[in-house]
Nanobody
Framework: QVQLVESGGGLVQAGGSLSLSCAAS????????MGWYRQTPGKQREWVAT???????NYADSVKGRFSISRDNAKNTVYLQMNSLKPEDTAVYYC??????????????WGKGTLVTVSS
């Protein structure tokens, strides 16, 4: 059984910083792309950032220059450093990873989410 567990959400004032982490555990053979998405009530889940196994990153325009995604392959963990936070960044943030398990079965996995609230 493979699972993703996020941590690091919370309440922060506008202009502040917050760091999220997401650890994958279980019967993992390999992890391909890892990423972060976010969702607010009544809206579709929105892509935030992705990182490939070799460290290539991509960001949504709304967070480019403010957020930074990184990963530690030895720890099966992806991070999201969020700086210059704005009230519109308030959302539940979800970790995502494409994982192949030791049965050679690959699929997209999601964490349960962590709430980030940015006050004005």
């Amino acid at each position: 059984q493979v699972q993703l567990v996020e941590s690091g959400g919370g309440l922060v004032q506008a202009g502040g910083s917050l760091s999220l982490s997401c650890a994958a555990s279980g019967s993992i053979f390999s992890i391909d792309n890892m990423g972060w998405y976010r969702q607010t009530p009544g809206k579709q889940r929105e892509w935030v950032a992705t990182i490939t196994p070799d460290g290539t990153t991509n960001y949504a325009d709304s967070v480019k220059g403010r957020f930074s995604i990184s990963r530690d392959n030895a720890k099966n963990t992806v991070y999201l450093q969020m700086n210059s936070l704005k009230p519109e960044d308030t959302a539940v943030y979800y970790c995502n990873a494409y994982i192949r398990d030791r049965r050679n079965y690959a699929m997209n996995y999601w964490g349960k989410g962590t709430l980030v609230t940015v006050s004005s």
